[in-house]
């Protein structure tokens, strides 16, 4: 029984690192929170009862992890900044001199179902590495990690209006980036 759970928890590493790769857009520590992911389960495996997907419990796990992870990196060093004219440029050039879509943006055809397939979530992936660090982070912790705006701005030091410019600009920029490499084709 106790090797049947290792090796269940071990099945999982790939997707573990994924997920947090995805969190913490840093290779070394989405490692370090995988790893620490994994020690804290096997460490804890007489209290998991079995009531979730293993999946499920561990992602809990790791969905911790990185929350940790991002406030300690944003005490040890801020993340670069972004070039805020660039990006300011690209999406005003979507509307026009009234502040109208330029280009009415296209209707989603089976959101439900494009999201069950792997292949729209492997586009997903791209366009949000394609985002600015702390957009994608911000991102990430607001949606997937589901944290409230303040802990966001209390984790990474930023104002509440910061934090919904760059939520805004993460949505639009995925909405392009998706309308572009998904529901474009």
Same mark, same amino acid.
């Given at each position: 029984? #106790? ?8 099945? @999982?590493?790939?997707? @573990?690192l ?6 913490? %857009? ?15 389960? +096997? =460490? ?5 009862? $079995? %009531? ?18 991002? %406030? %300690? ?5 801020? +993340?670069? $900044?972004?070039? !805020? ?15 109208h879509?330029?280009?009415h943006? =296209? ?10 397939? =792997? ?9 949000? !590495? $394609?985002?600015?660090?702390? /957009? ?10 589901? +944290?409230? /705006? ?29 309308? #572009?490499?998904w529901?474009? =084709?």
């Open positions: 029984m #106790k090797t049947d759970f290792h090796s269940q928890v071990e099945a @999982l590493r790939p997707y @573990l994924r997920y947090a790769s995805l969190q913490l %857009r840093n290779r070394e520590a989405a490692e370090d929170a995988v790893q620490e992911t994994l020690l804290a389960a +096997l =460490k804890a495996e007489a209290s998991f009862e $079995g %009531r979730s997907n293993l999946r499920t419990w561990l992602t809990g796990i790791l969905k911790h992890k990185c929350i940790d992870a991002v %406030r %300690r990196a944003s005490r040890e060093s801020p +993340l670069p $900044g972004e070039d !805020a004219d660039s990006a300011a440029a690209e999406f005003d050039a979507l509307f026009d001199e009234r502040d879509w330029r280009e943006p =296209k209707p989603w055809e089976d959101p439900d179902g494009a999201l069950q397939q =792997k292949q729209f979530l492997q586009v997903l992936e791209a366009c949000l !590495a $394609g985002l600015p660090a702390r /957009t994608a982070q911000v991102f990430m912790l607001r949606e997937h990690a589901g +944290l409230e /705006t303040d802990e966001i701005c209390e984790q990474l030091s930023i104002t509440s209006n910061h934090c919904w410019v760059l939520l805004y600009r993460a949505r639009m920029a995925l909405r392009m980036c998706l309308e #572009k490499n529901f474009g =084709k």
